[in-house]
């Protein structure tokens, strides 16, 4: 028979299993038990608003390929937290977060810091959540939460754990292997590789799932043997495909009339790990030119129901890409035309965005990983800083701001090298400035880039395009990036001026830790997702 442990040493060791030995998260009173003689072989890491604490651990996961575990507080903590949770869903994180709840035997009178409903409070943004309704469920619970986390599509999940649970006896749990490595069914491979190989002008639409799935090196021998057009899907929250390849075409806009406009004249479209519908502004006309069959291969079937049109494969993409290619054969179709590279900025005042980018172009380290959040500057950023490699580009597939500083900071606590480069908006930053104590603390590789235009561009941008010229509460002048960074421990300097911009960002990346570069800059002047673009 097996001993019985405590529930916390239980659920230690299930960690240990799976290989995770770093908690992120911010303690309260009802974690106090779970943390009590905190292993030798674990780190907990640390961050000062629970937003940022889910962010780190984002960028965390997102560097191991394994679910990261979250410490968050009752129903508060959660609660401010929700936020960044949403982005992970959205995104297909793989977080288990454990939630304190006051003591079982308390809960009835629904007591101070309590949490009403736990389970019920993250969804609909959890895969599955759950308080167990007695104690030596707990590790089991952890165990298929972590599992649920891991499984395709992936993401955040959530258990709820009385505090007076983690003493109680428990039996051990062991982890058990699950390859969700799944494909579809041969006879539909085949007639998706028939309707490509009898394609005149095929594209291909890449998704943040191609990099999640590893699936990269094989989407550039699709495309490259079928000579299709390929394009990065409307928002997406990771790159998928080199975009200094000959046949990559660009970014296709959150706008359905725009995104029909760029695939007029293509008879066979595949989308591979991505929702191609997800649409920030709203337009009339059709989903797609007439004409165009279009399939989504992708692993999440609530995905492929509200596709408003098209075939949809369930496959991993990696598995199904890889079917394709044993199928899909070498045909003599023209090139697409090349995308024409953006000219280079004018190096002088007032700084641009264009010209921090180009700048940067010049600068990063060829296996730097570019972490974005600047919603004004997207655009320009992708025209000007060309993702290369797989894992080379990380940011919110949602929206949701305050995602980029925390991210960045637990992208770069995976200790793999490189230097993470975070550019980030003035507006944005302030949804999470308190990573940067996390950053300076641990001394990880960033280098953060505060594109300063004093204001929330990007809402003003958007009043522009509805012929609303002065949205209030957009302005944010005032705010001293370098000093606040300063009280929270990481050094940082602000470019007086474009002659001195090239110097400041070389020092900036070659910092030995983290820094903060804050550069003011000029705003475009241009509405976003502008209706007459073609």
């Not at 009590?36 to 907990?44: G, L, V």
Request: glycine share 10%; charged share 20%.
């Amino acid at each position: 028979m097996t001993s019985e442990v405590s529930v916390r040493r239980s659920v230690f060791d299930f960690f240990r299993q799976v290989g995770v030995t770093t908690i992120f998260g911010n303690p309260g009173s009802t974690e106090l038990r779970m943390l009590r003689d905190f292993p030798e072989d674990f780190s907990y890491v640390l961050g000062l608003q629970e937003s940022v604490v889910v962010g780190v651990a984002a960028g965390h996961a997102m560097g191991t390929g394994r679910g990261a575990v979250v410490s968050l507080h009752s129903a508060g903590g959660v609660g401010h937290a929700l936020g960044a949770v949403f982005n992970a869903y959205r995104d297909r994180i793989p977080l288990l977060i454990i939630a304190g709840q006051q003591s079982r035997t308390m809960l009835r009178t629904r007591p101070f810091l309590s949490a009403d409903e736990p389970s019920l409070f993250p969804r609909p943004y959890v895969k599955w959540s759950v308080q167990p309704d007695r104690a030596p469920d707990v590790p089991a619970a952890v165990a298929e939460a972590y599992r649920v986390a891991m499984i395709a599509p992936r993401g955040p999940v959530f258990v709820s754990v009385p505090e007076d649970d983690w003493d109680h006896p428990a039996l051990p749990v062991a982890a058990r292997e699950i390859h969700d490595g799944f494909t579809a069914d041969p006879a539909v491979l085949r007639a998706l590789a028939e309707a490509i190989n009898s394609a005149r002008r095929p594209a291909l639409i890449i998704g943040a799932g191609v990099d999640d799935d590893a699936a990269w090196e094989a989407v550039v021998e699709l495309a490259e043997r079928t000579a299709a057009a390929v394009w990065i899907s409307p928002l997406s929250g990771r790159s998928g495909f080199p975009e200094d390849h000959r046949l990559f075409q660009g970014f296709l806009p959150p706008v359905r009339d725009q995104l029909a406009r760029r695939l007029d004249g293509h008879d066979v479209v595949i989308c591979l790990g991505a929702p191609m519908f997800r649409y920030h502004v709203h337009a009339e006309g059709p989903y797609l030119p007439p004409g165009v069959r279009l399939f989504h291969l992708d692993c999440d079937p609530a995905q492929a129901a509200w596709a408003p049109v098209g075939t949809s494969v369930l496959s991993t993409v990696r598995a199904g890409v890889t079917g394709l290619l044993d199928l899909v054969r070498p045909g003599d179709r023209p090139l697409p035309g090349r995308r024409v590279p953006a000219p280079r900025a004018a190096a002088r005042d007032p700084i641009t965005p264009a010209l921090v980018f180009d700048t940067l172009r010049d600068l990063v380290p060829p296996d730097a990983i570019v972490v974005e959040e600047a919603p004004s500057h997207r655009e320009e950023l992708h025209a000007r800083l060309p993702i290369t490699r797989p894992g080379g580009f990380l940011t919110t597939g949602s929206g949701v701001l305050g995602w980029g500083l925390p991210v960045a900071v637990g992208r770069a606590l995976t200790a793999t090298g490189q230097r993470v480069v975070c550019v980030v908006g003035d507006g944005s930053s302030m949804y999470s400035i308190q990573a940067l104590w996390t950053a300076a603390r641990h001394r990880v590789p960033v280098t953060f880039v505060v594109l300063n235009n004093n204001g929330y561009e990007a809402v003003k941008a958007l009043g522009r395009r509805i012929d609303i010229p002065d949205v209030p509460g957009t302005d944010l002048p005032g705010i001293d990036f370098v000093a606040v960074a300063a009280g929270l421990g990481c050094p940082g300097g602000r470019v007086p001026d474009a002659a001195r911009l090239p110097r400041m960002l070389a020092e900036a990346l070659a910092a030995d830790g983290p820094y903060l570069v804050e550069v003011p800059v000029t705003d475009s002047g241009l509405p976003a997702y502008d209706p007459s673009a073609g």
